[in-house]
Protein backbone atom coordinates (compact mmCIF):
# COMPACT_ATOMS: atom_id res chain seq x y z
CA UNK A 1 0.00 0.00 0.00
CA UNK A 2 1.14 3.58 -0.98
CA UNK A 3 1.30 5.91 2.04
CA UNK A 4 3.22 9.10 2.19
CA UNK A 5 2.96 10.99 5.83
CA UNK A 6 3.67 14.35 6.45
CA UNK A 7 4.84 15.89 9.52
CA UNK A 8 6.42 18.49 11.43
CA UNK A 9 3.61 21.16 11.30
CA UNK A 10 3.78 23.72 14.15
CA UNK A 11 2.79 27.08 15.73
CA UNK A 12 5.53 29.23 15.03
CA UNK A 13 5.74 33.14 15.37
CA UNK A 14 6.64 34.90 12.43
CA UNK A 15 10.11 34.87 11.10
CA UNK A 16 10.61 31.87 12.78
CA UNK A 17 11.31 28.22 10.74
CA UNK A 18 9.79 24.78 10.62
CA UNK A 19 10.65 21.27 8.56
CA UNK A 20 8.50 19.39 7.64
CA UNK A 21 8.81 15.86 6.64
CA UNK A 22 7.28 13.54 3.82
CA UNK A 23 8.15 9.78 4.45
CA UNK A 24 6.77 7.46 1.93
CA UNK A 25 6.07 3.80 2.11
CA UNK A 26 4.70 1.29 -0.32
CA UNK A 27 7.16 2.53 -3.83
CA UNK A 28 10.54 4.44 -3.98
CA UNK A 29 11.55 7.95 -5.55
CA UNK A 30 13.34 6.54 -8.10
CA UNK A 31 11.68 8.05 -11.40
CA UNK A 32 8.69 10.09 -9.53
CA UNK A 33 8.21 13.73 -8.51
CA UNK A 34 7.53 14.83 -4.84
CA UNK A 35 5.93 18.03 -4.66
CA UNK A 36 4.81 19.73 -1.46
CA UNK A 37 1.25 21.89 -2.24
CA UNK A 38 -0.63 24.22 0.28
CA UNK A 39 -4.14 25.50 1.11
CA UNK A 40 -5.24 27.97 2.81
CA UNK A 41 -8.78 28.46 4.54
CA UNK A 42 -11.28 29.79 1.50
CA UNK A 43 -8.09 29.42 -1.18
CA UNK A 44 -7.53 27.23 -3.51
CA UNK A 45 -4.40 24.55 -3.18
CA UNK A 46 -1.37 25.73 -4.68
CA UNK A 47 1.96 24.30 -5.03
CA UNK A 48 5.07 25.36 -3.06
CA UNK A 49 7.83 23.03 -4.07
CA UNK A 50 8.95 19.80 -5.82
CA UNK A 51 11.25 17.73 -6.41
CA UNK A 52 12.35 15.54 -9.21
CA UNK A 53 14.31 12.36 -7.35
CA UNK A 54 15.75 11.36 -10.40
CA UNK A 55 17.63 14.92 -12.06
CA UNK A 56 17.44 16.43 -8.36
CA UNK A 57 16.15 19.53 -10.01
CA UNK A 58 13.68 21.55 -7.45
CA UNK A 59 10.86 24.14 -8.04
CA UNK A 60 9.79 26.88 -6.34
CA UNK A 61 6.57 29.39 -6.23
CA UNK A 62 7.57 32.43 -6.46
CA UNK A 63 6.47 33.50 -2.91
CA UNK A 64 8.66 31.54 -1.35
CA UNK A 65 12.11 31.49 -3.41
CA UNK A 66 14.82 31.84 -0.89
CA UNK A 67 12.77 31.20 2.10
CA UNK A 68 12.05 27.90 1.33
CA UNK A 69 14.08 24.73 0.38
CA UNK A 70 12.92 20.86 -0.81
CA UNK A 71 15.71 17.96 -0.07
CA UNK A 72 15.35 14.21 0.04
CA UNK A 73 17.16 11.61 1.45
CA UNK A 74 16.51 8.57 -1.09
CA UNK A 75 17.93 5.90 1.48
CA UNK A 76 15.03 6.85 3.99
CA UNK A 77 12.23 7.68 1.31
CA UNK A 78 11.72 11.27 2.77
CA UNK A 79 11.47 14.64 1.40
CA UNK A 80 12.15 17.75 3.93
CA UNK A 81 11.05 21.22 3.33
CA UNK A 82 12.63 23.59 5.51
CA UNK A 83 10.82 26.51 5.57
CA UNK A 84 12.86 29.73 6.95
CA UNK A 85 11.51 33.47 7.68
CA UNK A 86 8.13 32.32 7.63
CA UNK A 87 5.15 34.97 7.60
CA UNK A 88 1.86 34.43 8.12
CA UNK A 89 0.59 34.35 4.90
CA UNK A 90 2.49 30.81 4.92
CA UNK A 91 -0.20 29.65 7.08
CA UNK A 92 -2.04 26.37 5.84
CA UNK A 93 -2.61 22.94 5.38
CA UNK A 94 0.57 21.39 3.68
CA UNK A 95 0.31 18.21 1.60
CA UNK A 96 3.08 16.26 0.14
CA UNK A 97 2.04 15.04 -3.41
CA UNK A 98 4.42 12.07 -4.82
CA UNK A 99 3.36 11.13 -9.25
CA UNK A 100 5.60 9.69 -12.25
CA UNK A 101 8.26 12.06 -13.76
CA UNK A 102 6.24 13.52 -16.98
CA UNK A 103 6.65 16.81 -19.16
CA UNK A 104 4.17 18.79 -16.99
CA UNK A 105 4.09 21.61 -14.90
CA UNK A 106 5.35 20.82 -11.59
CA UNK A 107 3.03 22.45 -9.69
CA UNK A 108 0.20 21.18 -11.74
CA UNK A 109 -1.86 18.74 -9.22
CA UNK A 110 -3.29 16.21 -11.69
CA UNK A 111 -0.13 14.55 -12.63
CA UNK A 112 0.70 13.59 -8.87
CA UNK A 113 -1.70 10.24 -8.14
CA UNK A 114 -0.48 9.97 -4.36
CA UNK A 115 -1.36 12.38 -1.04
CA UNK A 116 -0.60 12.67 2.18
CA UNK A 117 -3.23 13.81 4.83
CA UNK A 118 -1.07 16.80 4.94
CA UNK A 119 -0.04 18.73 8.05
CA UNK A 120 -0.87 22.11 9.75
CA UNK A 121 1.29 25.14 9.87
CA UNK A 122 0.29 28.27 11.50
CA UNK A 123 2.34 31.24 11.69
CA UNK A 124 1.32 34.02 14.10
CA UNK A 125 2.13 37.66 13.82
Known amino acids: EVQLVESGGDLVQAGGSLRLSCVASGFTFDNYRIGWFRQAPGKEREGVSS????????DYADSVKARFTIFSDNAKNTVYLQMDSLKPEDTAVYYCAAGPTVPLPWDMGAQYVHWGQGTQVTVSS
Open 51 to 58: ISSSAKST
